[in-house]
């Protein structure tokens, strides 16, 4: 189960370890609580830190790509810290890096975020 808190004003969300797509529970698990934070972030603009996630997996893309488009609807963003190297790749590779801000820490990103 990921954890969610409040950072200068900015909705962050811890994310567990492991999306690889084949956890379907978990996955929709997490999915159920990100949209959740999604539709209640104010304002609306959500942080993943995914500082102890190791792997993430196409359907764990999908929620995040569901979320993002639910914040932008709402004038919002999202944004992404912590991301080790194989996210990191995986993000690269389908081209969402470039759609969303990475940030090497959380703090950096809540300095570029806050309200």
Do not use: H
Request: with cysteine; hydrophobic share 45%.
């Amino acid at each position: 189960m990921a954890n969610l808190l409040k950072q200068e004003g900015i909705t962050v969300i811890e994310v567990d370890a492991q999306y690889d797509s084949l956890d379907v529970a978990k996955l929709n698990e997490f999915g159920s609580q990100l949209l959740a934070a999604v539709a209640e972030a104010e304002p609306p603009t959500v942080l993943l830190d995914m500082g102890k996630t190791t792997f993430i997996g196409s359907s764990f893309l999908g929620l995040l790509i569901r979320a993002w488009k639910r914040l932008r609807d709402r004038r919002g963003s999202l944004a992404l810290c912590n991301v080790n190297d194989v996210c990191g790749d995986v993000l690269r590779a389908s081209k969402l890096d470039m759609i969303w801000q990475v940030f090497p820490d959380r703090d950096a990103a809540v300095g570029r975020l806050r309200p």
